[in-house]
């Protein structure tokens, strides 16, 4: 019954969450430093929620929401800011929207970055940091990430970020390893990146004989190709990936890590463009605390509950 009555308090709560609205004139009188043109008066609701409940990580160290107020300075604020009106225009409801900011920016943390090698794979492009992707060639959403991602490295921020692509393929899809061989059998060629589009453009056409029509479109001699993938003699290099991804803690795909901080934003335009950004002014800037700016708001609703 205890149980019952928690679920349906939380289900009236995340609904009043939904249907509350907050004017333009009202938000701008409790974050006046904000941008909110083109939010919906139920968006910019969800947007104030969700900034009297994050804490910003550097400069101002208090509630996004009075970092936002007139006065304040702190150029972090209104980056963060920026990326909760993006949420908030996306529908995504404000616990959520917390939930998801405090775990981007904790993720900043030095003790939460890993180190994987960049430099024993595919790259396509140039720049200071390295993103590097592990993919299956099955994987639907590995193939939505492509072109925004191609997109960062060759046209938004084209001498910034360059990406290392390594092959993670899952048991449970049957033809993602052999295309994963296939690809390292192009890679030796210089035609890793021809294959690799083609492939994920086409996943759910993996058998053998598409393969050799790939390989043929690219010059590529398709038995000899299937020969090698078949014999063993590409495995190593797959393998080594597979190990590398497990022991980084990839348990699905795609997954990205930005200089070995685990992205945990979507792979979608906006995030990787605004993600990158970032990483340009945490290398610049060490200042910010991430961590104890995640923990705060944690720590402020325990304090509450315990009132």
């Known amino acids: 019954m205890r149980t019952l009555l928690a679920l349906c308090l939380a289900a009236s709560a995340a609904l009043a969450q939904e249907q509350r609205?907050?004017?333009?004139?009202?938000?701008?009188?409790?974050?006046?430093?904000?941008?909110?043109?083109?939010?919906?008066?139920?968006?910019?609701?969800?947007?104030?929620?969700?900034?009297?409940e994050l804490v910003v990580y550097a400069g101002c160290e208090d509630t996004l929401a009075k970092c936002l107020a007139a006065g304040q300075t702190d150029p972090h604020a209104l980056r963060m800011a920026e990326l909760v009106k993006h949420m908030a225009s996306e529908g995504i409801p404000a616990t959520p929207i917390v939930q998801?900011?405090?775990?981007?920016?904790?993720?900043?943390?030095?003790?939460?970055?890993?180190?994987?090698?960049?430099?024993?794979?595919?790259?396509?492009?140039?720049?200071?940091?390295?993103?590097?992707?592990?993919?299956?060639?099955?994987?639907?959403?590995?193939?939505?990430?492509?072109?925004?991602?191609?997109?960062?490295?060759?046209?938004?921020?084209?001498?910034?970020?360059?990406?290392?692509?390594?092959?993670?393929?899952?048991?449970?899809?049957?033809?993602?390893?052999?295309?994963?061989?296939?690809?390292?059998?192009?890679?030796?060629?210089?035609?890793?990146?021809?294959?690799?589009g083609l492939l994920f453009a086409h996943q759910d056409q993996l058998e053998d004989d598409n393969l050799k029509q790939y390989a043929k479109e690219l010059g590529l001699d398709g038995?000899?190709?299937l020969k090698k993938a078949y014999s063993g003699e590409l495995d190593a290099q797959v393998e080594k990936h597979i190990r590398e991804g497990t022991a980084a803690g990839v348990?699905?795909?795609?997954?990205?890590?930005i200089d070995g901080r685990l992205s945990v934003l979507p792979a979608r335009q906006f995030y990787l463009d605004f993600s990158i950004d970032d990483e340009l002014l945490w290398e610049k800037d060490h200042a910010w605390n991430p961590s104890a700016a995640a923990a705060a708001p944690a720590a402020k609703r325990m304090?509450?509950?315990g009132k």
């Open 100 to 196: 998801a900011v405090e775990k981007y920016y904790d993720s900043f943390s030095p003790r939460r970055r890993v180190q994987v090698r960049a430099d024993n794979c595919p790259v396509l492009g140039k720049g200071p940091i390295a993103i590097v992707e592990f993919s299956d060639y099955q994987c639907p959403h590995c193939a939505a990430a492509v072109q925004p991602l191609h997109q960062l490295v060759e046209k938004d921020r084209k001498g910034k970020v360059r990406l290392c692509a390594k092959f993670f393929p899952f048991a449970s899809h049957p033809r993602a390893r052999i295309a994963a061989l296939c690809a390292e059998y192009a890679r030796g060629k210089g035609k890793f990146w021809e294959i690799n």
């Open 21 to 52: 609205a907050l004017g333009e004139e009202q938000a701008k009188r409790i974050v006046p430093r904000a941008d909110l043109t083109g939010l919906t008066d139920a968006q910019r609701a969800v947007f104030v929620d969700a900034t009297t």
């Open 303 to 305: 304090a509450k509950k």
């Open 223 to 225: 038995e000899e190709m």
């Open 251 to 257: 348990d699905s795909t795609p997954t990205l890590f």
